[in-house]
Structure formats: C-alpha cells, structure tokens
C-alpha cells in the first residue's frame, strides 16, 4: 500500500509527495539549472514520476528499482509547457 511504511521508513506516498514538491518547486522557480543530490530510491522514485506522472503508482516502484545507478552518476531532467518534464541524461560518467 502507498503509506506502508518498514521499520519507520518513508512509505511510497511521502517520498512521492517529497519528489512532487521538488517538481513543483523547479517548475515554479524556473532555474536556469539546479543541482540535486539524493540517493538512489529518490532518484528512481523522481525518474518514475518524470516518465510516468501521476500514473506512477506502488505496483510500478518494483520495476524502477531494476533501473541501475552509479554512485557519482549525472542525471538530467528539463521541464518545457509544451512536453512537461523529460530525461535528458542518466548516470553519465563522463566527468570522472
């Protein structure tokens, strides 16, 4: 269930409304660039919702966790109006 929660760990529906905040919080301050570091159940939890939106459920979080991360991975994701909010990289090495 969405507010199950294991030994006091966040439950699916508080680290989606912590990912939607930062959403929203991006699309309304419009930066020209921002840098978020998190770990990795955040990240596949925010990928989740960048492709999926709203329709991103507890039934779908099991097959985002089979998505690989790299500790010092660059991810980017843009927002227009026009397509909503996208991928434009992910777990990009290339600095190291």
Request: aromatic share 10%.
């Amino acid at each position: 269930p969405p507010t199950a929660s294991i030994e006091g760990a966040e439950s699916f529906a508080e680290i989606r409304d912590r990912v939607q905040k930062l959403l929203d919080t991006l699309r309304a301050d419009q930066p020209d660039a921002a840098v978020v570091v998190t770990h990795g159940g955040f990240l596949r939890v925010l990928l989740g919702m960048t492709i999926r939106g709203e329709a991103f459920e507890p039934k779908d979080f099991p097959d985002f966790m089979k998505v690989g991360t790299i500790n010092t991975g660059i991810s980017e994701f843009e927002y227009s109006d026009e397509h909503g909010w996208r991928v434009i990289t992910w777990m990009d090495q290339s600095h190291l």
